[in-house]
T-cell receptor, first 114, second 110 residues
Framework: DTEVTQTPKHLVMGMTNKKSLKCEQHMGHRAMYWYKQKAKKPPELMFVYSYEKLSINESVPSRFSPECPNSSLLNLHLHALQPEDSALYLC?????????????FGEGSWLTVV | GEDVEQSLFLSVREGDSSVINCTYTDSSSTYLYWYKQEPGAGLQLLTYIFSNMDMKQDQRLTVLLNKKDKHLSLRIADTQTGDSAIYFCAAESNDYKLSFGAGTTVTVRA
């Protein structure tokens, strides 16, 4: 089973709202990722967690706040977003970071900020 | 950082072979990947190749790697309508980050 599950699949939120995206994997992977993908563009790395600790933050604005409550779960808390933050947000996981450990992606959460 | 480049579009007739090309700049990239993304979906890993290999075959997929030229290709044999998608090449650099190409949109025509 190489499944990464993301909820919700679609989210519409206002610029003053607070919402969260959730991601879950039960493959025993110790690295988890958030990527942002705009239409017709490649995914852009946002955050990497390794063994439940934040190891990479790609200079993401603070209105995006990641959280890794345990080794199976990864959340992305959203607050005071802008319309340009509308995108597909992809969660991914791998056994470990790098070294050819394949990154498996979820189906994504489509976010629209109005 | 690593730059990964791909041609943007490929149109192929059903039953023919498709070849998608990719070039990368970081000669120390150890793993190179091909992902497929269908409309409205996430990325699906198709295959990957380690940099000490020249070729890898997996059913209808063949990956060729020319490490000297930093050129990677994906061949899909007997292309089907279900192969219509965007294909991303990705290279893993020394800092373990994946750099993606812009994606090649493959359209399969009957």
């Amino acid at each position: 089973d190489t499944e990464v599950t993301q909820t919700p699949k679609h989210l519409v939120m206002g610029m003053t709202n607070k919402k969260s995206l959730k991601c879950e994997q039960h493959m025993g992977h110790r690295a988890m990722y958030w990527y942002k993908q705009k239409a017709k563009k490649p995914p852009e790395l946002m955050f990497v967690y390794s063994y439940e600790k934040l190891s990479i933050n790609e200079s993401v604005p603070s209105r995006f706040s990641p959280e890794c409550p345990n080794s199976s779960l990864l959340n992305l808390h959203l607050h005071a977003l802008q319309p340009e933050d509308s995108a597909l947000y992809l969660c991914a996981s791998s056994q470990e970071r790098g070294g050819g450990n394949t990154i498996y992606f979820g189906e994504g959460s489509w976010l629209t900020v109005v | 950082g690593e730059d990964v480049e791909q041609s943007l579009f490929l149109s192929v007739r059903e039953g023919d072979s498709s070849v998608i090309n990719c070039t990368y700049t970081d000669s120390s990239s150890t793993y190179l990947y091909w992902y497929k993304q269908e409309p409205g979906a996430g990325l699906q890993l198709l295959t990957y190749i380690f940099s000490n290999m020249d070729m890898k075959q997996d059913q209808r997929l063949t990956v060729l790697l020319n490490k000297k030229d930093k050129h990677l290709s994906l061949r899909i044999a007997d292309t089907q309508t279900g192969d219509s998608a965007i294909y991303f090449c990705a290279a893993e650099s020394n800092d373990y980050k994946l750099s993606f190409g812009a994606g090649t949109t493959v359209t399969v025509r009957a």
